[in-house]
């Protein structure tokens, strides 16, 4: 029997060439790996001795040859595939271990281009293509953690079973399929290419989905940052399904302010959401915007958590506390609820598309990173300076929370946020009572019917700033003139489904 091995990741390889020696199986290997072997006394044969072909191209051409590729592809019950071999005199290979260059590692260092091209793999691909395809009769290897039970394999029943071969052939296609995925990603630089070829790595397995019943797991892009993929939990339980979905709303809040900001999220939803003169102040704020709803929920900030900012948080129940740093202090205070995950952010939201399964499909868009087209100040009376920037922060806000979306706003504070209704009137009643001496609204859509505005006006809304684009615009303008409400124009719709 022989074993063909060719590894980037040296980790247990002399182990287990040692194991497959013992057993009588020939070791065929190609440079540094052949190299390694030999120097810790694996009686190695280098590959160029069977193909009777030296490596060229600075090892870019190494295995790719008939003998090799014959070899492992070989069908050993056709009698024809038998013959031919014998005819050529070419060996069966019976293992082949590879891992591969590591291009998911590589493309994200600060290398040229040309340096980047020289990690993507051709000859380890191929050959566990080809071992894989005939697992009836080749054992492929392309994950160190599976040496261990290939060596069980063969420990406990001599061989390694049809069953778990056909695994491990199924974890080399997992393997090359996203390994090509990022390659095609990197080289197309295409958002809406002709085939969407993902490249994700499970990071964990979770104790359920959104319900108990349901399984899950996280999957992590292999290429690039993301800020819910590149992060440290310094305490609490387990992450699960429902935490980082609404971390990744929390997050992706507080990042689109420059001033310190505190978001507090329930349910996938902002619940509470203001600006302030430090960290402590802006939790403050958002604290008081729901003291309900933040119960039980996400608060996530922009600046780094002092002390006195801790032990305002633990004064109730939250899941998450996720911010870019923590005092040293502050984060003793927060161990002291050993629940709480405590989660320091290592990057800002870096992703360009969004996804959404649908049965049979999967939906792909830019995310929405346009706050705003241009101002059209449509009524009599144009906002102030203030009322301005409190619709401005209510636009950030909105376009997080689910469509049909209304956030009332006051001195930077999201006071009422209701989203998710089937009619606009329905999300501006619900977020309007919610946070009652509000003075600016914002809405994520255009206003079908002046209903809204007539609803403002009961709850003395001063201004009001929404996309227009309705063919009854002039009615809710006419409303607002009606009430001395300003109203301002963006241009930019912020659904949000």
């Known amino acids: 029997m022989r074993a063909l091995i060719s590894v980037y990741n040296k980790e247990g390889i002399y182990e287990f060439a040692k194991f497959l020696e013992d057993r009588g199986v020939k070791i065929v290997s190609t440079g540094g790996t052949y190299r390694y072997l030999k120097e810790k006394g694996i009686d190695v044969v280098e590959v160029s001795a069977i193909t009777g072909f030296d ?6 051409l190494k295995t790719l040859h008939p003998v090799v590729h ?19 005199g070419i060996e069966y290979i019976d293992f082949v271990v590879v891992n591969l260059y590591p291009f998911f590692e590589k493309v994200k260092e600060d290398l040229t281009d040309e340096e980047k091209i020289e990690f993507i793999d051709i000859g380890g691909p191929s050959m566990l293509r080809s071992a894989a395809k005939n697992y009836k009769y080749v054992v492929p290897v392309c994950d160190p953690k599976d040496y261990s039970m290939v060596m069980d394999e063969i420990l406990n029943y001599g061989d390694v079973r049809l069953e778990k071969r056909r695994y491990l052939a199924g974890k080399v296609f997992n393997l090359t399929s996203a390994y090509d995925a990022a390659i095609s990603n990197y080289l197309l630089e295409d958002d809406f290419p ?13 104790r359920y989905g959104e319900n108990p019943h349901q399984r899950a797991a996280y999957y992590t892009k292999t290429v690039g940052l993301g800020a819910i993929k590149d992060f440290e939990q310094l305490n609490g339980k387990e992450l699960s399904y429902n935490n980082l979905k609404d971390m990744d709303i929390a997050w992706k809040v507080v990042c689109e302010f420059d001033e310190p900001c505190c978001c507090a999220v329930k ?39 002092d002390k006195r900012t801790a032990e305002k948080l633990i004064e109730i129940f939250l899941e998450i506390v996720i911010a870019p740093d ?11 609820k050993k629940n709480l995950r405590v989660i320091k952010a290592l990057s800002t939201p870096k ?3 969004e996804y959404v399964s649908v049965d049979g499909g999967i939906l792909v868009q830019d995310v ?3 706050l705003v087209s241009e101002f059209r100040y449509v009524t009599d009376k144009k906002p102030t300076d203030k009322e301005m920037e409190d619709m401005l922060f209510g636009m950030k806000v909105v376009k997080y929370v689910k469509s049909n979306a209304i956030v009332v706003v006051k001195d930077k504070m999201a006071v009422g946020i209701a989203g998710g209704q089937v009619n606009r009137i329905w999300a501006a009643c619900q977020a309007l009572e919610r946070g009652k001496g509000a003075t600016c609204l914002v809405s994520d859509a255009f206003f079908p019917f002046e209903d809204v505005v007539e609803k403002a006006k009961e709850y003395g809304i001063k201004a009001i700033m929404q996309p227009g684009g309705s063919i009854r615009d002039k009615e809710s303008i006419d409303a607002c003139n009606k009430y001395g409400i300003s109203m301002v124009f963006t241009g930019v719709r912020h659904f949000k489904h």
């Open 368 to 370: 929405d990173n346009k």
């Open 194 to 206: 002709e085939y969407l070829t993902l490249s994700y790595k499970k990071s964990m397995n979770l």
């Open 55 to 60: 490596e060229i191209l600075d090892g870019r």
């Open 267 to 305: 349910h996938n939803s902002p619940c509470g959401v203001a600006v302030g003169k430090d960290v402590f102040d802006a939790y403050s704020k958002a604290y008081e915007c729901d003291r309900i709803s933040i119960f039980g929920g996400i608060v996530a900030l922009n600046r780094r958590v």
């Open 326 to 336: 923590y005092d040293e202090d502050a984060l003793l205070v927060l161990k002291e």
């Open 70 to 88: 014959a070899g492992l592809l070989a069908v050993r019950d056709n009698e024809e595939h038998v013959e031919q071999l014998k005819k050529r």
């Open 351 to 353: 992703d360009n598309l």
